[in-house]
Structures are given as structure tokens and as C-alpha cells.
Antibody, heavy 119, light 108 residues
Framework: EAHLVQSGAEVKKPGATVKISCKVSGYTFSDYYIHWVQKAPGKGLEWMGFLDPEDGEEIYAETFQGRVTITADTSTNTAYMELTSLRSEDTAVYYC????????????WGQGTLVTVSS | AIQLTQSPSSLSASVGDRVTITCRASQGISSSLAWYQQKPGKAPNLLIYDASTLESGVPSRFSGSGSGTDFTLTISSLQPEDFATYYCQQFNNYPPLTFGGGTKVEIK
């Protein structure tokens, strides 16, 4: 059974950078993409992008292109999401998630990491 | 990008009611649609994939239907633990993977 555990809450100032981790266990890390999803207060879920741990391919949503980077350390089965040039609108809970062989929908999620951007 | 429009955005219902939520895609997505339930402070939970396949462990009162552009999530008899926000997500065309705006199910 896949298990995803994320790093703790962060408070950042506008213009800063945040980097969140997602440690994976219970399956072969390189088998499935790691995705990141944003849930801002009062808004819906928004897909940010994914990384293929097997070959390092990254795909990002246009909304976040240029500000988000997803990486992975295959030696520790940990994925990272870095978001730069933070603004108040980036205040949100960020989730890592993975899919299985059935398709690109998310059957396992991390617990979420709250990022607060405030001066 | 494929846009998903959910309706209604919120609804009030009583325990035991039959509840239907719709999700319309801006272009055809075959049956590549999933539904999630999210409760406050929790990660989303997969309910249905491939438009109508119930995820293991999900109660049978949840069902999904549709293909192409129009999809439905039905809760046959609403239970107290079902009060939550529900999202649809398409995985036919990407990037980007896209979610609907959500439907909040509240207690009447």
C-alpha cells in the first residue's frame, strides 16, 4: 500500500521560495509519476505538475510554469516541490499525489502541507 | 485545456436523500473521469474512476455514469459522513490534468 508523508507547515514572506518534501513508501518509487496539487482557501483543486522519477521528465501547468520545480531523490524515495517568488495568492495547502497503473487519477495522497505567505 | 464545469456549486440535503452532481467537459474525454470526496483538513479521497468504476472500499451508495462530455455522480442515500466537497477530474488530455470547481454538500 502506497504511503506519502509530507513535510510540515511553512510561513514565508512575499518574494521568498518554499520547498516541500514528500517521502514515498509502499511501492517502487520509479514506477509512477509524482504530482503536486494546490488547494487555496475558498478555491478548488488545481494540478501543478508532475515528475516521472524514472527518467526525470517534468511537466508543469501553465499557471505555475517558471515558478515551480519538481525534483526527486531516488536514493531516499523523496519528491520535492519548490515554488519561487511567493505571493499572498500562493497561500494554500499543497498535496503530493500518485497514480497507479489504471490511469492518471490520484489514488494515493500525502497529508498536505500548509504554506502561508504573509509579510 | 479541457475545462470541467460542475453543478451545482453547492447544495443542501438531508440524510437519506438522493443526491446528483454533474460534471460537464468542454470537449469529449471518453470515460477518462474520476470523482473525489474532500473533507475539511483532509486530502481528497478517490471515489470513482473511468467514470463509473467504484474504487475499492468505497460504499456502494456512490455511483458514477456518463461518457464524452456529460458525467454524473450519484449518492443514493446520503449519510452523515457524506457531507463534504466533491470534485471531478479528467485524465484524457494533458497537460494540464484538470479538476472541476467542486460541489459542496451541506446539511439541510
Amino acid at each position: 500500500e502506497a504511503h506519502l508523508v509530507q513535510s510540515g507547515a511553512e510561513v514565508k514572506k512575499p518574494g521568498a521560495t518554499v520547498k516541500i518534501s514528500c517521502k514515498v513508501s509502499g511501492y517502487t518509487f520509479s514506477d509512477y509519476y509524482i504530482h503536486w496539487v494546490q488547494k487555496a482557501p475558498g478555491k478548488g483543486l488545481e494540478w501543478m505538475g508532475f515528475l516521472d522519477p524514472e527518467d526525470g521528465e517534468e511537466i508543469y501547468a501553465e499557471t505555475f510554469q517558471g515558478r515551480v520545480t519538481i525534483t526527486a531523490d531516488t536514493s531516499t524515495n523523496t519528491a520535492y516541490m519548490e515554488l519561487t517568488s511567493l505571493r499572498s495568492e500562493d497561500t494554500a495547502v499543497y498535496y503530493c499525489a500518485t497514480h497507479g497503473p489504471r490511469g492518471l487519477f490520484f489514488d494515493h495522497w500525502g497529508q498536505g502541507t500548509l504554506v502561508t505567505v504573509s509579510s | 485545456a479541457i475545462q470541467l464545469t460542475q453543478s451545482p456549486s453547492s447544495l443542501s440535503a438531508s440524510v437519506g436523500d438522493r443526491v446528483t452532481i454533474t460534471c460537464r467537459a468542454s470537449q469529449g474525454i471518453s470515460s477518462s473521469l474520476a470523482w473525489y470526496q474532500q473533507k475539511p483538513g483532509k486530502a481528497p479521497n478517490l471515489l470513482i474512476y473511468d467514470a463509473s468504476t467504484l474504487e475499492s472500499g468505497v460504499p456502494s451508495r456512490f455511483s458514477g455514469s456518463g461518457s464524452g462530455t456529460d458525467f454524473t455522480l450519484t449518492i443514493s442515500s446520503l449519510q452523515p459522513e457524506d457531507f463534504a466537497t466533491y470534485y471531478c477530474q479528467q485524465f484524457n488530455n494533458y497537460p494540464p490534468l484538470t479538476f472541476g470547481g467542486g460541489t459542496k454538500v451541506e446539511i439541510k
